[in-house]
């Protein structure tokens, strides 16, 4: 038997049973109406992902997937098809040649791939509350700050801005209170404290500049094959909340970002969210809505999300609802609580009459799943009991040195592994405190050297007052001129001449009246 497909699909399996039996395919005008992937731990979830995406990737079709355990990454290699992996393909009628799509590495802490970047302006309050576990208060004066910032034209960016920013308003509490409404200081401090937190976290490495360009997650090669956009995961993994909020982040930036295209005759990326559980822990009604949203209306841009986990049941019903190709490998129920996922797993496939599907699901080997996509008309297919072809890339990690020569030749080197610090809020704000504290500097001169002029003049005041108290009064000169002194005798002459005078003639009268 050789295995034949029709354009426009790509081959995941070989159904095994019932009149159906042959390839189990998915198509291509269909991929963006979303899917999952479920099964235990060591089911082969990773090798069916692997799969998928090198076809997609054949296809013409971009993928970005996050490599939670670093097994995935030997997509990148031709692989070394062994004897069982031969033999496989064998039964199934297909011939294995060994190949590798391109491949493009990404890690958030710039280790073992291409740095991702955002700025706190594109996460937004609503996420950024998450990725913090902020309550509603701590997120209603988040949510202020972010109104300030565009309001004042800081530009939030990276972590010290967002730390600026804080400390911007808790100064201004009072009039910002008056306005947007009460404003705590001590609730501004409880987010700076998990600010730092997220920080150790190493976190500040996501926040930045350059911001990662969507077009750069969707290229393809000279030969027309989609890149295969591969996040190493395995230590971001470790901040659950960090790498929920992350893979959320990205798909609202491709639903607001991309135009409306309906139903492509491909898909323009393909999207897969490993650990999808993490998405949905704890998570708020609002953000619950908001990730419905996104998997409800980002299909129309062609973009197409792909859940991996462990339970269907991790997925609420109502973006479960959404998701059309369904890839189920085996569950065990040894608790109630697993045999309630898994009968919610068996009612989700369209029945077929060939095996009872819950029995089936328990009973599923390595390398076995139970297969439903959806067909022309966009309607569940029968559930196929499906052998999942084995990959022609390499089963297994890249090794460091692999790893370091793809990331060197890739289409983005260069682009994000320098840091961009541009003057944003922090250095707005520091360059205000800087002026406001030199004016202040200024005026404390100027009145400092306003006192001290003040206080000299009243000195010398203190001086001159002093002086007129003490300072003898001028003594008027006892000598005489030559001039005054004959002046002097002159007038003494002639007084004394006018006086014999009178005398005489008073004395000569009282002679004469005698």
């Not at 730390?163 to 008056?178: F, M, N, P, R, S």
């Not at 599907?357 to 599923?364: C, D, K, S, Y």
Request: aromatic share 6%; hydrophobic share 45%.
């Amino acid at each position: 038997m050789t295995l034949t497909i029709g354009d426009g699909e790509i081959l995941i399996g070989l159904a095994q049973e019932g009149a159906a039996a042959g390839p189990v395919t998915q198509r291509l005008d269909r991929s963006n109406r979303h899917g999952v992937v479920a099964g235990a731990t060591g089911t082969g979830k990773t090798v069916t992902l692997q799969v998928m995406a090198q076809a997609f990737s054949d296809a013409g079709v971009p993928v970005f997937a996050a490599d939670v355990k670093g097994d995935l990454s030997g997509v990148g290699a031709i692989g070394v098809p062994n004897d069982k992996m031969l033999a496989r393909a064998a039964s199934m009628g297909l011939t294995l040649t060994p190949s590798a799509p391109p491949v493009v590495f990404w890690d958030l802490f710039g280790q073992k791939g291409h740095p991702i970047r955002t700025t706190i302006s594109e996460m937004g309050p609503l996420l950024l509350s998450r990725l913090l576990e902020l309550n509603d208060v701590q997120e209603g004066v988040l949510t202020v700050v972010f109104h300030v910032a565009d309001q004042d034209g800081l530009l939030l960016l990276d972590l010290k801005d967002l730390q600026a920013a804080l400390k911007y308003v808790a100064d201004h509490a009072a009039e910002i209170g008056t306005q947007y409404g009460n404003v705590s200081p001590a609730t501004v401090g409880a987010i700076q404290r998990k600010l730092l937190t997220l920080q150790s976290q190493g976190a500040e490495n996501f926040f930045g500049e350059p911001a990662l360009k969507l077009a750069d997650l969707m290229r393809t090669d000279v030969a027309g094959r989609g890149y295969v956009n591969l996040l190493a995961a395995d230590k971001l993994i470790q901040s659950p909340k960090l790498y929920s909020t992350f893979l959320l982040w990205l798909l609202s930036e491709l639903f607001e970002e991309l135009p409306e295209v309906g139903d492509p005759e491909k898909p323009k990326l393909v999207f897969f969210f490993d650990e999808a559980h993490l998405l949905f822990n704890d998570a708020e009604k609002p953000l619950l809505e908001k990730i419905e949203q996104v998997v409800r209306l980002i299909r129309s841009k062609g973009v197409g999300i792909y859940f991996v986990t462990q339970n269907p049941a991790d997925i609420p019903d109502a973006v479960l609802g959404q998701l059309g190709a369904r890839v189920q490998h085996a569950l065990r129920a040894y608790t109630p609580a697993d045999q309630k996922g898994l009968k919610a797993a068996a009612q989700s496939f369209r029945v077929n009459p060939a095996f009872d599907t819950a029995e089936t699901i328990q009973a599923l080997g390595v390398g076995e799943a139970l297969i439903s996509t959806l067909d022309a008309k966009g309607a569940p297919c029968v559930v196929q009991k499906t052998l999942i072809r084995p990959p022609a890339s390499r089963l297994g990690p890249l090794t460091p040195e692999e790893r370091a020569a793809l990331i060197a030749k890739s289409p983005v080197a260069g682009l994000y592994d320098t840091t961009l610090d541009r003057a944003s809020a922090y250095e707005t704000l520091q360059g205000r405190a800087a002026q406001a504290q030199q004016q202040a500097d200024t005026a404390a001169a100027q009145a400092e050297a306003e006192r001290q002029r003040a206080a000299a003049e009243k000195v010398r005041e203190r001086e001159e007052a002093r002086e007129s108290r003490t300072a003898p009064r001028p003594r008027a000169s006892s000598r005489q001129s030559m001039g005054e002194a004959f002046a002097t005798s002159l007038l003494r002459t002639i007084a004394n001449q006018a006086g014999r005078e009178i005398m005489r003639g008073l004395m000569g009268g009282m002679s004469r009246r005698r």
